[in-house]
């Protein structure tokens, strides 16, 4: 029931479980983010990705395609991946950069998708999860470990109780 929060502190633990015992979840989701973003379909999700990537990391691997991914979360467990592909092109190897994201966030809160995109954006400069790799993602979003927190509890909502809007 609680598999997206289960590595936070104890305390927060006891909160969730309050509001979802009182079925208020929800209610304090849509009290903090009351409107779903604008983003719809996989062209205006390239232009969303682009404009954060060419504020930030300008210098960084282009990106070739970024898409809405169905098979996202059953196949990889994951909300947004970073693919690249290798591809032989006239006799040299041209490298693509992909960035899916699950589809269960094409109806969420603007300010998840922007905490996604800014992880799998900071994914472009940093392979790992570690120190600098945070740093670059609160450098793109000062809020993105609250936002982390709040999108698993988004995704909480949905398992338990279905969507927001």
Same mark, same amino acid.
């Given at each position: 029931?609680?598999?997206?929060?289960?590595?936070?502190?104890?305390?927060?633990?006891?909160?969730?479980?309050?509001?979802?015992?009182?079925?208020?979840?929800?209610?304090?989701?849509?009290?903090?983010?009351?409107?779903? @973003?604008?983003?719809?379909?996989?062209?205006?999700?390239?232009?969303?990705?682009?404009?954060?990537?060419?504020?930030?990391?300008?210098?960084?691997?282009?990106?070739?395609?970024?898409?809405?991914?169905?098979?996202?979360?059953?196949?990889?467990?994951?909300?947004?991946?970073?693919?690249?592909?290798?591809?032989?092109?006239?006799?040299?190897?041209?490298?693509?950069?992909?960035?899916?994201?699950?589809?269960?966030?094409?109806?969420?809160?603007?300010?998840?998708?922007?905490?996604?995109?800014? @992880?799998?954006?900071?994914?472009?400069?940093?392979?790992?999860?570690?120190?600098?790799?945070?740093?670059?993602?609160?450098?793109?979003?000062?809020?993105?470990?609250?936002?982390?927190?709040?999108?698993?509890?988004?995704?909480?909502?949905?398992?338990?109780?279905?969507?927001?809007?």
């Amino acid at each position: 029931m609680l598999k997206y929060i289960l590595h936070y502190p104890q305390p927060i633990i006891e909160q969730v479980q309050r509001l979802i015992s009182e079925e208020r979840l929800g209610e304090w989701l849509l009290g903090k983010y009351p409107e779903p @973003h604008g983003v719809r379909n996989n062209k205006a999700l390239y232009e969303y990705t682009m404009t954060l990537k060419n504020q930030y990391l300008r210098k960084s691997a282009p990106l070739n395609k970024v898409l809405f991914d169905g098979k996202l979360s059953q196949t990889y467990q994951a909300l947004g991946i970073n693919v690249s592909r290798t591809m032989a092109h006239g006799g040299k190897l041209k490298v693509r950069k992909e960035i899916r994201i699950g589809t269960l966030f094409q109806n969420a809160p603007e300010d998840f998708l922007r905490m996604i995109v800014v @992880h799998e954006l900071s994914h472009l400069k940093e392979a790992e999860h570690n120190k600098s790799f945070y740093q670059l993602c609160c450098h793109m979003e000062p809020h993105y470990h609250q936002l982390e927190l709040d999108t698993r509890l988004y995704m909480t909502q949905l398992e338990l109780f279905g969507s927001l809007y």
